[in-house]
């Protein structure tokens, strides 16, 4: 198919990460389908990405996931390029302080609209030959401390895509990302505390925050033929941070 034929569908792209691969999706002339429910934000990512097309509704309501499908399939006249499971939530709280009612926010938002997503785009994907991949976080591959319960979902979709990797990787591919410290308008408050910035900077060895483009340019990679053998992986883009412990200036290095 050619760019201009191609469609690709964006969970939670009304923002940050989601955004960007929005606008990195679209840079080689593909329409890209993207959900969220500000449509504010939505306006000013379609003002700016002309192939953009909103589909306003909740990711973790089934007749909203199935309506953004029916939109990207007739837009790809049956067949779906790729799809990028983004929309979630999350909320440091320390594990005793938290409800039924936090876990089942967080799981919803994050596994059950992947779920919603992937299901009903898998026979699109597999017209397409398309490709997937999972937005999850350097929290789904190690824990992190006031983050159980985003951890653990986290977790749940690099399993969800592995084992999804091994069930259909003949048609449609299967990949995880997990991103680390990204500088979005959801870390705002936490960068805005005095000295956290410079906290968060140390611990990564490339020295610098990433941002939501260093995700998107990941992700397109992965749609794209030049990744056509790569199925199942998990790729951290966090700028080296979980490659291991950082040493400090106590300990003369």
């Known amino acids: 198919m050619s760019a201009a034929e191609r469609v690709f569908l964006v969970t939670g792209g009304t923002r940050g990460i989601g955004a960007a691969c929005v606008s990195r999706l679209a840079a080689d002339g593909a329409c890209v389908v993207f959900t969220g429910r500000d449509r504010d934000a939505a306006q000013a990512v379609m003002d700016?990405?002309?192939?953009?097309?909103?589909?306003?509704?909740?990711?973790?309501?089934?007749p909203d996931c199935q309506r953004a499908v029916a939109m990207a399939l007739e837009i790809g006249k049956g067949s779906i390029a790729g799809l990028v499971n983004n929309a979630g939530t999350g909320a440091r709280l320390a594990f005793d302080q938290t409800t039924l009612a936090d876990w089942e926010r967080t799981?919803?938002?994050n596994t059950t609209s992947a779920y919603l997503f992937t299901r009903h785009t898998l026979a699109g994907l597999r017209a397409g030959r398309g490709s997937v991949v999972m937005i999850s976080s350097v929290a789904g591959l190690v824990?992190?401390?006031?983050?159980?319960?985003?951890?653990?979902?986290?977790?749940?979709?690099?399993?969800?895509?592995?084992?999804?990797?091994?069930?259909?990787?003949?048609?449609?591919?299967f990949n995880t990302l997990c991103p680390g410290q990204i500088a979005t308008q959801m870390m705002a408050k936490t960068l805005a505390i005095p000295g956290r910035r410079q906290a968060l900077e140390s611990r990564i060895p490339v020295g610098r925050l990433g941002t939501p483009?260093?995700?998107a340019e990941t992700v397109a990679w992965l749609m794209s033929p030049a990744a056509?053998?790569?199925?199942g992986a998990v790729i951290s883009v966090d700028g080296g941070e979980t490659a291991g412990l950082m040493a400090s200036k106590s300990d003369g290095i």
């Open 228 to 231: 056509s053998f790569i199925n």
């Open 143 to 173: 824990g992190e401390q006031g983050l159980a319960i985003y951890t653990a979902s986290k977790a749940a979709l690099i399993g969800l895509a592995q084992a999804l990797a091994l069930e259909y990787g003949s048609e449609v591919r």
């Open 48 to 62: 700016a990405v002309p192939q953009a097309v909103f589909a306003a509704g909740d990711a973790t309501s089934e």
């Open 107 to 109: 799981m919803t938002a």
């Open 213 to 215: 483009e260093d995700v």
